[in-house]
C-alpha cells in the first residue's frame, strides 16, 4: 500500500531544480546521485525539525537556529541525523542574514549522512524555491496526463484490432518498457509480448499471477513484487474466470500503474464470455446434444430458431482461442469453434454479420436447427469464394433457384448418380473450379494448393465423367448437381 504521508503529486528530481539558473542553487556536500526525488519544500528554524517532517522533503533553513558555540560539539551531527532519521532528502541552507558561509561543521556533517547539501544564494527566497518545486511538480504531472492519455488511446486502438489481445500486450509492454503476459485459469502463458523476462523474473510473476487469481474471499484484485530491481505487478481479469495480466519492468515510472490498469479492464472484456448469463444454457444444450436430443428441441436453449454459420479465416497469423472469442463477441454470438486456420460462428439470423477488420467471413444461408450441418458446409465454401476473390465477406445465395423446382429427392438422386465416380476431393475441387467460372489461379487459392494440382484434378474429373468441361450445358448440369450440400 502507498504511504498515506506521500502526496499524489508526482516527485521532482533534485537534479532538475539545481539545473534551474534562475535559482542559482549548488550542492556543496553529500552524495550527488540523479535519482534522488524531492516530494516537497518545508521550511523550518527548529533545531529539531524532526516532529514537523512526513519525509522526502527539501528543508530549508536560513540558520537561525544554530547556537554561537555549535562548530565545537555535536549539535550539527545531532541536527543532520534527525533529518535523515525523519526522511528528509535534502537540507538547503540560505545565505544572509544569518550566515555569510555555510558553516563548515554542517557540511561535514551531511557528507558523513550522505544528506545533500544545497547552498542557497542570498537573492533566492525560500519561497522562490517551494514556487519552482511546485512548477516542476505541475510540469511533471502534465507530462504524467499526457502519457497516460497517449496510452490510453493506443491501447483502445490495439483493443479494436484483428488480433485485439496480442495487440492490446504490445502496446502496454511497449508503454511501460518491459514485458506484458496474459496468463489462463490454469496458470499458462497464453500471449506474450515486449523484452524477455529473466527466469528468475519470469518464476516470480507466475507465483505472483497465482497470488491474485481468484481462489476465494479476500483475494486481492492486483499484487505487485520488485526482485532484484524488477518490477513486477499482477491483475485479476474479469468476475473470476481466472485470467491474470501479469507485467515485468526495469522501474516504476509515474503513470505506470494507470495505463497497466486500462489495459487489464481492456483485457478483461476480451477475455470476458460473451453473455455469461446464458452458460447455463448452453451447457444445458451441450449435454442434450450428448444424450441424443435432435438440434430443433436444442435450440430455444441457444437463443434462436433461425440461424446462420459464418466461417472466418483472420488475414494474418492462424487463430487463437482470444481472438476467436474476441471475433464472437463482435458478431454477436458467444457459439464460436476453433477449427484449424478457420473460426466457426454459429449465430442468430437477427444479427446480420458484417465484414470484421482483419479476416475474410463467408455467410451461410438462413437454416434452422435441423439444416445446421448443410449451413457449415455453405459457410466453408462462401469463405473459399471470399478468399479467391479477395472479398472481405461472401454470403451463400439463398434466393429461390431453378433447382428448387425439383423435388429434393429427385435432385439428390440425380446427383448421386451423375457424380458418381468422382471422390469428395475431385468434387469438392470441380465444385469450387465451376463456382469461380473455371478460373485456374482463383480456385488454387481457394483449395490452398498450386494450379497446377487444380488443373490434374479437373483433367481427372473429365476422364471420369466422360463429359466436355467446355460445354455450358455440361456445366450447367454439373452445378445443379453439385450444389446438393
Excluded at 454459429?346 to 458484417?354: D, F, I, N
Excluded at 472481405?392 to 431453378?402: C, E, I, S, T
Aim: proline share 9%.
Amino acid at each position: 500500500m502507498p504511504d498515506p504521508a506521500v502526496p499524489p503529486t508526482p516527485p521532482v528530481p533534485l537534479a532538475a531544480l539545481l539545473a534551474r539558473e534562475d535559482l542559482g542553487l549548488r550542492q556543496i556536500a553529500g552524495p550527488s546521485d540523479p535519482d534522488t526525488v524531492i516530494h516537497w519544500a518545508h521550511t523550518s528554524e527548529m533545531a529539531d525539525p524532526y516532529p514537523y517532517l512526513l519525509g522526502g522533503e527539501l528543508l530549508l533553513t536560513a540558520g537561525v537556529h544554530i547556537p554561537e558555540a555549535a562548530g565545537s560539539g555535536t549539535y550539527f551531527d545531532d541536527y543532520v541525523s534527525r533529518i535523515v532519521t525523519a526522511g528528509g532528502v535534502a537540507l538547503g541552507f540560505g545565505l544572509a542574514p544569518v550566515h555569510d558561509t555555510v558553516p563548515r561543521a554542517l557540511v561535514a556533517a551531511c557528507d558523513v549522512y550522505e544528506l545533500p547539501l544545497i547552498e542557497v544564494p542570498p537573492r533566492t527566497t525560500f519561497s522562490g524555491v517551494a514556487r519552482a518545486v511546485w512548477q516542476l511538480m505541475a510540469q511533471a504531472r502534465h507530462a504524467e496526463l499526457r502519457r497516460v492519455t497517449e496510452a490510453q488511446q493506443s491501447l483502445a486502438a490495439a483493443a479494436s484490432r484483428p488480433d485485439p489481445v496480442p495487440s492490446v500486450l504490445r502496446q502496454l509492454a511497449q508503454r511501460v518498457g518491459g514485458r506484458a503476459v496474459l496468463f489462463g485459469p490454469d496458470g499458462v502463458e497464453l500471449a506474450a509480448a515486449g523484452r524477455p523476462a529473466e527466469p528468475a523474473a519470469r518464476a516470480a510473476l507466475a507465483e505472483l499471477a497465482q497470488v491474485v487469481r481468484p481462489s476465494g474471499p479476500g483475494t486481492p484484485n492486483s499484487a505487485t513484487h520488485v526482485t532484484e530491481g524488477t518490477h513486477l505487478a499482477a491483475w485479476s481479469l474479469g468476475a473470476g474466470r481466472g485470467f491474470v495480466l501479469g507485467v515485468v519492468s526495469p522501474g516504476r515510472e509515474p503513470g505506470d500503474h494507470t495505463i497497466a490498469s486500462v489495459a487489464a479492464v481492456l483485457l478483461s472484456l476480451l477475455t470476458g464470455e460473451h453473455q455469461s448469463d446464458s452458460g447455463a444454457a448452453r451447457s444445458s444444450a451441450l449435454v442434450r446434444l450428448l444424450l441424443g436430443a435432435p438440434a430443433e428441441d436444442v435450440a430455444p436453449l441457444l437463443g434462436g430458431g433461425r440461424w446462420v454459420v459464418v466461417h472466418a479465416r483472420p488475414d494474418a497469423a492462424a487463430p487463437d482461442p482470444v481472438a476467436a472469442s474476441a471475433l464472437g463477441a463482435a458478431l454477436g454470438s458467444p457459439l464460436v469453434d476453433v477449427a484449424g486456420d478457420v473460426v466457426r460462428v454459429l449465430l442468430p439470423a437477427e444479427r446480420e454479420p458484417g465484414p470484421q477488420p482483419g479476416w475474410t467471413l463467408g455467410v451461410s444461408a438462413v437454416a434452422g436447427p435441423a439444416e445446421w450441418a448443410g449451413a457449415d458446409v455453405q459457410a466453408g465454401r462462401a469463405l473459399a469464394r471470399a478468399r479467391a476473390v479477395r472479398a472481405a465477406l461472401v454470403r451463400y445465395g439463398d434466393r429461390p433457384a431453378l433447382a428448387d423446382l425439383v423435388p429434393p429427392a429427385d435432385a439428390e438422386a440425380h446427383a448421386r448418380a451423375i457424380l458418381a465416380p468422382l471422390t469428395p476431393a475431385l468434387a469438392e475441387t470441380l465444385r469450387t473450379w465451376l463456382s469461380l467460372h473455371g478460373g485456374w489461379d482463383r480456385t488454387a487459392v481457394a483449395l490452398d494448393v498450386h494450379r497446377n494440382t487444380v488443373r490434374q484434378r479437373i483433367a481427372k474429373c473429365a476422364a471420369l465423367l466422360e463429359l466436355d468441361l467446355d460445354d455450358p450445358d455440361v456445366r450447367m448440369e454439373l452445378w445443379f448437381a453439385l450444389r446438393r450440400p
